[in-house]
């Protein structure tokens, strides 16, 4: 049992590069999130996707994509990355909406620089 | 939106003290309240939770206090050990179908000196 597992662990890319950073659950969680983190900000939320099928924005989409795959993976892509996407992004996953299922499993992170 | 602030930015304190962090929300919704902690080159992990209908919750040496009235909650570490030296979060959110959108305080670098 892996847990959440994110590829790649770190990445260097020029700005206007393209890039999509993968995720994977094999806890049978139903949600999943994208944060990013950066120095005195905390975590906020790109993208989330409560269920498989669905997705919806966070606080910060803005020059993000993501894609549900399948139940298991939720990929977040950076079309034109830009130096202010510099940043620690983790992938999350939890389980239903009842109560008792709200923990949010996070994965390693991947460690993202654009020049 | 939920906006979630987060004192001290950094606490030092000696093995065995006690530490305390505290966190005030917005959003009177709110109504649950996770806190994590992340220790270096990992992502978070979830300590201890607390919900709006209880008041205060222990697991061993941790404890977090909710005042909904005063929109704030607190997370208190008791005979604190080196290994407690970390980055701690806390964290809200709103149930219903917003249930997993947490928002996140800025966090908290924790420092316990043998």
């Known amino acids: 049992n892996a847990g959440v597992t994110q590829t790649p662990k770190f990445q260097v890319l020029k700005t206007g590069q393209s890039m999509t950073l993968q995720c994977a659950q094999d806890m049978n969680h139903n949600s999943m999130y994208w944060y990013r983190q950066d120095p005195g900000m905390g975590l906020r939320l790109i993208y989330y996707s409560a269920s498989e099928g669905t997705t919806d924005k966070g606080e910060v989409p803005n020059g993000y994509n993501v894609s549900r795959l399948n139940k298991r993976e939720f990929s977040l892509r950076l079309e034109s990355a830009a130096p202010s996407q510099t940043s620690v992004y983790f992938c999350a996953s939890s389980g239903t909406r009842d109560r008792g299922s709200n923990e949010q499993f996070f994965g390693p992170g991947t460690r993202l620089t654009v020049l | 939106g939920e906006n979630v602030e987060q004192h001290p930015s950094t606490l030092s304190v000696q093995e065995g003290d006690s530490a305390v962090i505290k966190c005030t929300y917005s959003d009177s919704a709110s109504n649950y309240f996770p806190w994590y902690k992340q220790e270096l080159g990992k992502g978070p992990q979830l300590i201890i939770d607390?919900?709006?209908?209880?008041g205060e919750k222990k697991d061993q040496r941790i404890a977090v206090t909710l005042n909904k009235t005063a929109k704030h909650f607190s997370l208190h570490i008791t005979e604190t050990q080196p290994e407690d030296s970390a980055v701690y979060f806390c964290?809200?959110?709103?149930?219903?179908?917003?249930?997993?959108?947490?928002?996140f305080g800025q966090g908290t670098i924790l420092t316990v000196h043998p």
């Open positions: 607390i919900r709006s209908n209880v």
């Open positions: 964290a809200a959110s709103v149930g219903g179908t917003s249930y997993g959108k947490l928002t």
